[in-house]
Structure formats: C-alpha cells, structure tokens
C-alpha cells in the first residue's frame, strides 16, 4: 500500500489542483462570548498545500481541529471528499482515519516504541497483519529519515526525530488529508529544518496539507496558497507571492511587519 497520493506529473500549480477535497462553508463557532469562528468559507482542492497564518488567539487550531471533528461547530457545513462531517459512531471514526493530525506536541504513545507508534493504527484500526504493518511502518520511517530509530522509545529521540515520527504515524493510515498545527513551533532552531524538509517531500508527492505555521520560508516555498486568519475571520486568501509581496489589510500588514 502506498502511503501518500501519487506524484504529480509536474509541480506546476495550476495542474496540481484537482477536484475539492475540503469544503468548508460558512463555518461559525462560539466559546462563550468569544466568536472564534467566523463566517469561514474555503476550498482545499486534491494535492493542494494550504498554509494558515494568522496571530495567536485568530482561530487556526480551533479550525484544523473543526476540520477533523475534535472540535463541534455551530453552524455551517464541512465535508471531506464529498461526505458531510459526521457527529459520531463509525463514520466519525472512518473519518478521522482519512484526516491525518500532526500537533505542536508530538503526542506519541510514551510507552510505545517507534515502530509500534506508527504499526498500532493501522493494525488496531485497518486490521492489519502485524507484519505487514511492520513493513508498512519501516518504509514510512525511511521516508522520514528515522528508521534507525525504530526500537527505541520516543524519549531517547530528538524533538525534530520524534515530530518525524509523527507525521510517519500520521501516513500510516494513508489518510486523503493530512492537518499539521505548528509541527515545528516547539522545536529546538536546529532541528525544524529536518521536519520542514519532510514536509516538503510530502508536498511535492502531491499530499493533500492544511499546515498552521510562521515559517514562511516553508509558506513560500511549499504552499499553493495562503489563508491569513484574524479574528476568527480568514481576511485574506492569496498565493504566498501575492500575500507576502502585497499584503492588502492592515491587519495582515501589522502581522507581517512583526515576524519578517
Ligand atoms: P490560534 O490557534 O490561532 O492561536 P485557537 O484556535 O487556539 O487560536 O484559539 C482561538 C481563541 O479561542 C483563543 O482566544 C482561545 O483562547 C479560545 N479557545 C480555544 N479553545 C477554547 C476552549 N476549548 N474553550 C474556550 N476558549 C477556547
Ligand atoms: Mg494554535
């Protein structure tokens, strides 16, 4: 089984973008008093690497995690490739296999090696042969480049080795789709290249990514477009050339004077 979508024949943009695999429409989400998702309407098409931007508190995680249902919405809709979003029961489940999750935190099984970190969904949920599983896994941690640590615990890894580990996890599953939060906002300098490298790779074998980061080395050269979110709002939806260059609101103007 192969972990990511094909390669694309080429990377220019224009013929990357396929059919809408997300569409989000009209999205709106309260906590309390606070409207942290505000009229959110956007299209992730297949194979399309969307990076959203925006200052602390906008809205970002809150929507990646709309997206994969860890979160409810008020109103509006989400599907992913064509099936609405599903409240609960086997459909939810089914869904979040297809949606792959990388957070800010790692969050690898503590107790689990390596491998079994990235073999255990595919055997638990896929009812997949161990061994097969195994190889499946090995693979994936080659892509990645940490397949030397296989047998090892997640605390005996680097930062960057363990975020590695993660997004191994995260295909394992040979999700449609795959949501990064600030992959590298915890990590050591040294260490976010490795993971913004990976990244990379997975971009122009034609994965499908929603990545919340401020890396905008990574934005620029890796993303097809750019979503600036500020106050539960997405103010400005440009390709990384056209955002950076030519900002058009003040808000995103003020955003960009402060990390650039
Ligand atoms: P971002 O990822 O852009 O920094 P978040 O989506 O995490 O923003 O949060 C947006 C706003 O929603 C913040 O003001 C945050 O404090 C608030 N918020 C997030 N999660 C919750 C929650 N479970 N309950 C109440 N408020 C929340
Ligand atoms: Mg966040």
Request: negative net charge; charged residues 25%.
């Amino acid at each position: 089984m192969e972990p990511a979508q094909p390669a694309p024949a080429t990377s220019n943009i224009s013929v990357r973008r396929g059919e809408p695999l997300v569409v989000i429409e009209q999205v709106e989400k309260h906590f309390g008093d606070l409207h942290v998702l505000n009229d959110i309407n956007t299209v992730v098409n297949r194979g399309e690497v969307v990076v959203v931007i925006g200052p602390s508190g906008s809205g970002k995680s809150t929507l990646c995690r709309a997206i994969n249902r860890l979160e409810t919405i008020d109103s509006g809709t989400i599907s992913i490739d064509g099936a609405h979003l599903p409240e609960e029961g086997a459909a939810l489940a089914k869904l979040r296999a297809d949606v792959g999750m990388v957070f800010q935190s790692f969050n690898l099984f503590a107790h689990k090696t390596v491998l079994e970190n990235v073999t255990i969904a595919p055997i638990r949920v896929k009812k997949m042969a161990r061994k097969a599983a195994d190889e499946l896994a090995m693979k994936l941690l080659e892509r990645v480049g940490v397949a030397n640590q296989a047998s090892k615990m997640p605390a005996q890894l680097s930062g960057g080795q363990q975020q590695r580990v993660a997004i191994a996890r995260s295909l394992a599953m040979n999700p449609k789709l795959i949501l990064l939060d600030e992959p590298t906002s915890a990590l050591d300098p040294e260490m976010i290249n490795e993971v913004l490298d990976v990244m990379i790779g997975l971009a122009k074998d034609g994965m499908t990514m929603i990545v919340v980061t401020h890396e905008m080395g990574f934005a620029r050269k890796a993303a097809d477009r750019v979503l600036f979110m500020a106050d539960g709002k997405i103010v400005e939806e440009a390709t990384p050339a056209e955002f950076f260059d030519n900002p058009q609101s003040d808000r995103a103007k003020d955003f960009l004077s402060k990390i650039l």
